[in-house]
């Protein structure tokens, strides 16, 4: 029987946890290592300068939420003194703005996330869980189209600062990005992984990384301090739990945003009739586009970071009744750059771990490799304003790693990156596997929607009559050439009752499965 199964969006943070898998780690010591290659192999998405949550169920234990996300700053600096801008972020076929510098800058927590994966869940020493990611510094991850992309469409932000652009240019040619299969090296970083081994978190957490960056934001505009990065702490949640048709879904708890919305959503589509609409026809398209407009419209409704309380959800069932009613749906009403990382072992180990920086903020500590985040930047994270954020706060997430018990001892284990899109690529991943009973491979790589405001997204292929029916309540349709990496990467794994281990890799985010033997 293999010995473990990995979902992730690059090569090489796959291989980093499945190496430690094959001399003995468990589905945590997998995860840590491939957080810390991923810094390397997908550095726009993940960094130790950013933050996550990791959804985890130990073996015949209760799941549980580790919580490092991006804190707020428990000062604001002077409002003429911040060093803020926008830059545009180019899809292909739609453009998001992005908000950059030294005051987008939230407290990161992903160095205090990674010691407290290590100290509460995993077996080997830490040393080698980040061997794999410091051999990916000294000789550097070949860069490939999936992750040039991804750099191309953030170039505005590479190229605001040089310490950044040295981060994923040509060695050859330092003023372009690094071309397919160039390797550029990243020594600063494995210095750094040396120095967190040996003197730990507190490195980053009140120590000299600290009054650098403290020093660096009070001269530059930010809003970070000493006190920040030593006061962080990881918290421990109990995941929030849904029951939702034949499966109890574990989601991301409040203070998070995602995982709230997502249940709603869900709530509401245990209304339709899903299970006879086959995948595509247009009651299937119109019963998803249906919930995630309800959905929006509590969201809109909610205070920065507020997740959906009763009267609110009541709100969303009520709107969403009257869309079934309007659409023909009906059935009787019953109750960002982001990376994923899903693992699960033959113990029973299960690991969903989501990773962001924002875009990253054009700043990297000096000397340790490290790109800050610009969560404070994050136009869906922002909420009530920019710089009205609530000081010494979580920052409100979309990110929802999720856990899916299937009640006959099989499990998912999913999750998604995407900025505002995480919600509607999780969404419908559980909705192919619940609902449509899909394969996992299925679930995953089935084309998607998206609902932005009054644009309503789809990936092709899209049937006419499908199409015909969307455009009657949505005019504002938007078929896109193919895939993209704008509707997420959903990379997931499931463990079956016999512990049958499968995996899928979302290749609209370079995701790739290793099977560990």
Excluded at 23 to 35: K, L, M, R, Y
Excluded at 59 to 80: E, I, N
Excluded at 262 to 286: K, Q, V, Y
Excluded at 360 to 375: Q, S
């Amino acid at each position: 029987m293999p010995r473990a199964i990995v979902a992730a969006g690059h090569p090489d943070t796959a291989a980093a946890a499945a190496a430690v898998l094959a001399t003995g780690g468990n589905a945590f010591d997998g995860v840590v290592a491939a957080f810390a290659a991923a810094c390397i192999a997908e550095p726009v998405l993940a960094s130790l300068g950013g933050g996550g949550f990791l959804h985890a169920r130990p073996a015949g234990a209760a799941p549980l939420v580790l919580d490092f996300f991006a804190q707020t700053p428990q000062r604001k600096a002077p409002a003429a003194d911040l060093h803020f801008h926008p830059v545009q972020a180019d899809f292909g076929d739609a453009t998001q703005e992005f908000h950059i510098g030294r005051a987008a800058m939230a407290t990161p927590g992903a160095v205090a996330g990674l010691f407290a994966i290590h100290a509460d869940l995993c077996r080997l020493p830490l040393a080698d869980l980040l061997a794999p990611a410091r051999q990916l510094a000294h000789r550097g991850v070949a860069m490939n189209a999936v992750q040039r992309g991804i750099a191309r469409i953030v170039a505005p932000i590479l190229r605001a600062d040089p310490a950044t652009f040295a981060l994923f240019a040509s060695p050859a040619q330092p003023d372009r990005l690094a071309a397919l299969g160039e390797r550029v090296p990243w020594p600063d970083f494995a210095t750094a992984l040396d120095a967190l081994v040996a003197a730990g978190p507190a490195l980053l957490h009140g120590g000299p990384w600290a009054e650098r960056l403290a020093a660096d934001c009070a001269a530059g505009g930010g809003h970070l301090g000493i006190a920040d990065l030593a006061d962080y702490r990881v918290a421990e949640r109990r995941p929030l739990t849904l029951d939702y048709r034949d499966a109890r879904l574990h989601l991301n708890p409040p203070p998070a945003v995602g995982g709230p919305l997502l249940a709603l959503t869900l709530e509401l589509l245990a209304a339709a009739p899903l299970a006879d609409s086959g995948f595509g026809r247009p009651r299937h398209r119109l019963a998803l586009a249906a919930a995630m407009a309800a959905t929006s419209e509590v969201r809109a409704a909610l205070a920065p970071g507020e997740p959906p309380d009763a009267a609110h959800q009541a709100a969303g069932r009520q709107g969403f009744a009257a869309r079934l009613a309007a659409l023909g749906v009906t059935g009787p009403l019953c109750r960002r750059g982001t990376t994923q990382i899903s693992i699960a072992d033959r113990d029973g180990n299960l690991a969903s771990l989501t990773l962001s920086n924002g875009e990253g903020t054009a700043y990297v500590l000096p000397g340790t490799g490290i790109i800050m985040n610009n969560m404070l930047g994050e136009a869906d994270l922002a909420g009530g304003g920019f710089h009205q954020w609530p000081e010494d706060s979580r920052v409100g997430s979309m990110m929802s790693p999720t856990l899916v018990d299937h009640g006959d001892g099989g499990w998912t284990v999913t999750g998604s990156s995407g900025s505002n899109r995480i919600r509607s690529a999780i969404l419908q991943v559980l909705v192919n596997r619940i609902d449509l009973h899909l394969p996992l491979a299925e679930s995953v790589a089935a084309p998607r929607l998206h609902l932005e405001g009054d644009v309503l997204s789809l990936e092709p292929p899209v049937a006419a009559d499908t199409r015909a029916a969307l455009a009657a309540h949505w005019p504002r349709l938007q078929v896109w050439r193919g895939q993209n990496v704008f509707f997420g990467g959903a990379h997931s794994v499931s463990i079956d009752a016999d512990g049958g281990l499968h995996g899928a890799g979302d290749a609209r985010r370079g995701g790739v499965v290793r099977l560990v033997a």
